[in-house]
């Protein structure tokens, strides 16, 4: 029997709620022109200077299951690989799948467990859709997730694919210049990879790619990360953090916090009103509005670039 397609268990909410930013165009440094009377010994040193250095990631992670899923783990999934300059991995499992009697945290572990031993994979080719095609290709369990997945190459190219509502930032000198984009089909429903037919695929994908440099930070996260931290909130935690790990602790608690807060107006809540959720009338003339975070598993990666 076909399973439909859903979502939580708390269908009075949104979540979309994310900007998008401009891809940044990043200058590649231009070769100096050399001068004819150099010896060619000292040619070498100024050519290696001038070479683009090569950059990876440097990762922490943090995962805090839903409260009332703490025995098990939780539904979300995550791994982190150095092959190149290192691939991290977000899927979180659809709750809603429990109804059915299945266990929602099988189909995304699965899916991450599978796309771990896949990323070096030839016919992969350090592409993350294709990725995403073979790890879901690959699984047998019942179930749907929602997941993204971004490699960085050793030149600094970042490839994101993302199906759902995980998503990733990039923070550079204490900004949020790029920002991926939640998709779902209605109101708290995402898009989601599935065992049934009904669900999406890997060409369902929001692919794109981004520059990075020495410096940056990007912060990857399940819903419950970006349902219940603003942006600001994630930058300026981010930059009071000594270290990726702490910084995706750090980040993580913010987002636990949030989400158990019923007067904190997170987003997820301020994006329920925008959609016409809200408090009833009778509340809202003495000045009640409908605010609160969302409890959800929440899953940080911090990966910081560094130059090799
Ligand atoms: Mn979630």
């Known amino acids: ?6 979502r939580s268990s708390s269908p009075s909410h949104s979540n979309r709620w994310f900007h998008t930013f401009p891809t940044p165009n990043i200058s590649i440094p231009q070769k100096r022109n050399l001068i004819s009377c150099c010896a060619p010994s000292e040619l070498n040193p100024i050519r290696s200077q001038v070479r683009r250095p090569e950059v990876s990631f440097c990762v922490g992670t943090h995962l ?4 009332n899923k703490v025995e098990k783990g939780g539904e979300d999934a995550f791994f982190v690989s150095s092959y190149n300059g290192g691939v991290v991995a977000v899927a979180d499992g659809v709750s809603g799948w429990a ?17 771990s031993d896949l990323v070096g994979d030839e016919e992969v080719n350090n592409d993350p859709q294709i990725l995403l ?15 993204i997945v971004a490699m960085l190459e050793r030149s600094g190219t970042l490839k994101i694919a993302n199906v759902g509502d995980c998503g990733l930032r ?8 790029f920002s991926t984009s ?10 989601q990879l599935s065992s049934e037919v009904v669900g999406q695929t890997y060409l369902d994908a929001t692919v794109c790619s981004v520059q990075l440099m020495g410096g940056d930070t990007i912060v990857m996260g399940s819903d419950g990360l970006f349902d219940n931290v603003f942006n600001q909130e994630i930058i300026s935690t981010v930059a009071g ?8 602790k750090a980040l993580a608690n913010l987002a636990h916090n949030h989400s158990k807060d019923s007067s904190f107006d997170s987003p997820y809540s301020s994006e329920a009103r925008t959609r016409g959720f809200d408090v009833p009338w009778w509340k809202k003339v003495v000045g009640k509005k409908l605010t609160g975070g969302k409890l959800d598993d929440i899953t940080v990666i911090i990966g910081q670039v560094v130059s090799m």
Do not use: W
């Not at 929602?104 to 467990?113: N, T």
């Not at 939640?182 to 898009?191: A, T």
């Not at 953090?241 to 995706?248: H, M």
């Open 170 to 177: 990039l923070i550079r000198k204490g900004q949020i210049i």
């Open 99 to 115: 109804e059915q009697n299945v266990d929602p945290s099988l189909f995304p572990r699965e899916l991450m467990a599978n796309a």
């Open 64 to 67: 805090i299951p839903h409260p």
């Open 241 to 248: 953090c000594s270290d990726v790990a702490k910084a995706a």
């Open 1 to 6: 029997m076909a399973v439909p397609i859903f």
């Open 133 to 147: 095609r073979k790890a879901h290709a690959g699984t047998s369990s019942k179930g749907s997730a929602t997941v």
């Open 182 to 191: 939640p998709q779902e089909h209605y109101f708290d429903c995402p898009y």
